[in-house]
């Protein structure tokens, strides 16, 4: 998605004790995450994915038998501003590593000018954009990036079959003029016209317009079956109602940006009765019961939206990578992620009783998969991975999950586009 951070310093080092937390040293994890701005709404929710994290990695030992802490820092979902808490939390905390950002954009300027150079690990919940892809294949990550989120490269797939199975022959797109907006619609334009549809309109936007109706009568000429908006809840908001108020079909091809119970609630869920949406899906694992039930206790009933699962497992892959260097350096970090990801190891999942029993195959040396409550989760060369796409409609004026787009129907047609 977004395009749309976890950072985490030591302050000792060793094993990830089973036993319990020992007070005399304290491990930082920092998060650079949007509280505010246009993905505010989404970030305060994905946020809590990574303290439930922590307190399941304090509840099986802490890390390197170190307590955890989270240092959030909101970025106010403007890459200046993220860069700015990004090099607060490296220079002033010395963390080494980071989970977030939300924003592909966000991400992009943290990625570029503080952890690759700064040999920092990255690791975001919701940044989509393929530019990382690009930028991992170019050497210029230095390998420190990972998502536990799908590229663009396949939301754009998704939502072009989603398009068409609905019927629509003729689509406008409305697009964030950022990493993620560029993206997904480069992504979407290309397989939709590979596959028989035609894009009567791609209109950029800038944010934080007090108005778009410039841009929404762009769109409107030649009259399309539908509107892709590409965006985040804020901006998103004031187009939808523009698109509506100038009489455009209230017919919405809606992405992960926009899979929030708010925008649907400013919007008017009376103008969203014919929405098709889609998002990060997971495969269904035993820990994504384990996640919902926790989640449940100590935040109450878990939003329908996407990356909160994918912020908790960012976050317990870095406390496991830190356990099997037996370092906090973000070289060691970044060198470990796929020895606690290993498909060949013992299979551990989410919560604290399996967190424990990770951290004592680990101190007998055996390998592991830690298999996420988002997906199990395997990292390629370009810290990508493979994830099914949820497609997601407002049923009563409720977001709702309605069905998915598998991995292999994607891969099908990736291949039939080329």
């Known amino acids: 998605m977004f395009k749309k951070y976890l950072l985490i310093g030591a302050a000792c080092a060793g094993a990830l004790g089973v036993g319990p937390v ?35 990695l304090n509840a099986a030992g802490g890390v390197n038998t170190c307590t955890l802490q989270l240092s959030l820092l909101d970025d106010q979902t403007r890459a ?46 919701s940044s989509t954009s393929p ?34 199975d609905a019927g629509f022959k003729k689509v406008a797109v409305l697009y964030l003029n950022n990493a993620y907006g560029q993206g997904l619609n480069s992504e979407f334009v ?15 936007y800038n944010p934080s317009q007090p108005s778009y109706r410039s841009e929404v009568n762009k769109a409107l000429s030649p009259a399309p079956d539908a509107l892709f908006l590409i965006g985040y809840p804020g901006d998103g908001t004031t187009i939808a109602r523009e698109w509506i108020s100038a009489g455009g079909a209230q017919k919405f091809l809606l992405p992960d ?75 060691a970090i970044r060198d470990s992620i796929r020895k606690v990801t290993d498909p060949r190891g013992v299979k551990v999942y989410a919560g604290a009783i399996q967190l424990k029993k990770a951290a004592k195959l680990l101190s007998e040396h055996k390998a592991i998969q830690y298999v996420g409550a988002s ?22 004026g409720k977001v709702k999950s309605t069905g998915m787009v598998t991995v292999e129907q994607i891969a099908a047609l990736r291949e039939k586009i080329k």
């Open 375 to 396: 997906g199990p989760l395997q990292f390629d060369a370009y810290g990508d991975i493979n994830a099914p796409m949820v497609v997601w409609s407002v049923d009563g």
């Open 80 to 125: 200046s501003v993220g860069v700015d808490a990004a090099k607060k939390l490296v220079d002033i905390q010395h963390v080494s590593a980071i989970v977030g950002a939300l924003s592909s954009g966000v991400s992009a300027a943290i990625l570029t000018s503080v952890a690759a150079p700064g040999k920092v690990v990255l690791i975001s919940p």
């Open 131 to 164: 530019t990382f892809t690009t930028l991992a294949k170019e050497g210029k990550t230095g390998g420190y990036w990972f998502r536990t989120t799908p590229s663009d490269a396949l939301q754009g797939v998704a939502m072009a079959k989603v398009a068409l």
């Open 190 to 204: 290309n397989a939709y016209a590979k596959l028989g549809g035609k894009v009567t309109q791609s209109v950029v």
């Open 257 to 331: 940006g926009l899979e929030s119970q708010d925008f649907v609630n400013d919007v008017g869920a009376k103008y969203l009765t014919n929405v098709h949406g889609t998002a990060a899906g997971s495969v269904t694992t035993p820990s994504l019961d384990t996640f919902k039930q926790e989640f449940q206790t100590k935040f109450g009933s878990l939003p329908t939206q996407a990356y909160i699962a994918n912020a908790y497992d960012g976050t317990v892959i870095v406390g496991l990578a830190m356990e099997y260097a037996k370092s906090t350096s973000g070289t």
């Open 22 to 56: 020992q007070a005399a040293c304290t491990t930082t994890i920092g998060s650079v995450m949007s509280l505010t701005g246009s993905l505010g709404v989404l970030g305060q929710q994905i946020a809590k994915g990574a303290q439930l994290a922590i307190a399941d």
